[in-house]
């Protein structure tokens, strides 16, 4: 449960931390990263998957409280293995990141996937196509 506790309990922690912070300036990013391994979980992997799930539901959670108060909850599933010169490169991942905190409000979601393959049409070598998967950007309502 060391996967879990480090996930969802850090997660929750450090949102505990740094959102009133935020809410008070009325202004604000909170990001929790996330993988695949919730989507599709397989038993060897189960400490991720429950983890990374405890991620997903808690920002799921925060973010129209949040939102409420000017600060954007954003939970950051990245879907593939990072790699430079892959869909998956970190400045790539780097750009997401920072496209999220740089939003405005109006168009605040609280759930972006950062897709490897299976948004690349198999290409991983291709570039990151953001929200080419019907899934891939899911709303807060």
Not at 86 to 95: E, K, M, R, V, Y
């Amino acid at each position: 449960m060391t996967a879990y506790n480090a996930d969802a309990f850090g997660a929750i922690s450090a949102a505990q931390v740094f959102t009133p912070a935020m809410r008070a300036a009325g202004a604000g990013t909170f990001i929790g990263s996330g993988g695949y391994a919730w989507v599709d979980p397989h038993p060897g992997y189960a400490t991720i998957a429950l983890g990374k799930a405890g991620v997903r539901t808690a920002v799921a959670l925060v973010h129209p409280e949040l939102k409420a108060d000017g600060v954007h909850a954003v939970s950051t599933r990245i879907s593939g293995a990072i790699a430079p010169g892959t869909a998956l490169d970190p400045d790539l991942i780097t750009d997401t990141y920072w496209d999220q905190y740089n939003r405005p409000s109006g168009e605040w979601t609280d759930e972006i996937v950062i897709a490897g393959e299976w948004a690349t049409g198999g290409r991983p070598d291709a570039p990151l196509r953001r929200a080419s998967h019907p899934h891939a950007i899911r709303s807060s309502h």
